[in-house]
Nanobody
Framework: QVQLVESGGGLVQAGGSLRLSCVAS????????MGWYRQAPGKQRELAAV???????TYADFVKGRFTISRDNAKNTVYLQMNSLKPEDTAVYYC??????????WGKGTLVTVSS
């Protein structure tokens, strides 16, 4: 059984910063990619950022230059540093990991609210 627990969400004013964390635990042999997705009210879930086991990162255009994804392999943890937040960044942010055999796991999400 694999569990993902996100933390770090909350309410912040526009222009502010938040740092999200996601810890993976359970029967994990190795983790390939780790990523953050978000889902705003009434919208589909979308990729924000992903990082491979080798440290290669990919960002959605709407977060480039503002968000930074990183991971600590020893701790099975992925982070998302979010700077210059905008009201349109308001969403539930979900952690996702891809492990051996291509299985994906999801966290329950953490709410980020950016006030104008």
């Amino acid at each position: 059984q694999v569990q993902l627990v996100e933390s770090g969400g909350g309410l912040v004013q526009a222009g502010g910063s938040l740092r999200l964390s996601c810890v993976a635990s359970g029967s994990i042999f190795s983790i390939n990619a780790m990523g953050w997705y978000r889902q705003a009210p009434g919208k589909q879930r979308e990729l924000a950022a992903v990082i491979t086991s080798g440290g290669r990162t990919t960002y959605a255009d709407f977060v480039k230059g503002r968000f930074t994804i990183s991971r600590d392999n020893a701790k099975n943890t992925v982070y998302l540093q979010m700077n210059s937040l905008k009201p349109e960044d308001t969403a539930v942010y979900y952690c996702n990991i891809n492990v051996a055999l291509g299985t994906n796991y999801w966290g329950k999400g953490t709410l980020v609210t950016v006030s104008s």
